[in-house]
Nanobody
Framework: EVQLVESGGGLVQDGGSLRLSCAAS????????IGWFRQAPGKKREGVSC????????YYADSVKGRFTVSTDNAKSTVYLQMDSLQPEDTAVYYC??????????????????????WGQGTQVTVSS
């Protein structure tokens, strides 16, 4: 059974940092990409960042470039999202999702349009001003 479990969310002040974790199990981690998405109240879901474990390629939304860093620990089957210089606009529920690395590669910079069939339960990030 595929499982993705996010952790690390919380309340932080404007300019602060958080590190989210996505622990994966039930599939061959090295063959997949892991994407981070977020959804704020009243807004549609948006792709934040993605790392393809097949080739190590990473992608970032323009809104988080230079502030967020995605990384993977294959030994722990865990992907991290380091979020620095957080802003109130980053407030949302953050989800991680899994997609075959070959499909992530096919979509390239439009990675968030992939199927993303497996999702975690989400973790709340709140940035206060």
């Amino acid at each position: 059974e595929v499982q993705l479990v996010e952790s690390g969310g919380g309340l932080v002040q404007d300019g602060g940092s958080l590190r989210l974790s996505c622990a994966a199990s039930g599939f061959t981690f090295d063959n997949y990409g892991i994407g981070w998405f977020r959804q704020a109240p009243g807004k549609k879901r948006e792709g934040v960042s993605c790392i393809n474990n097949v080739d190590g390629v990473t992608y970032y939304a323009d809104s988080v470039k230079g502030r967020f860093t995605v990384s993977t620990d294959n030994a722990k089957s865990t992907v991290y999202l380091q979020m620095d210089s957080l802003q109130p606009e980053d407030t949302a529920v953050y989800y991680c999702a899994a997609e075959l690395g070959s499909i992530v590669s096919m979509y390239g910079s439009m990675w968030e349009r992939g199927i993303w069939g497996s999702w975690g339960q989400g973790t709340q990030v709140t940035v206060s001003s």
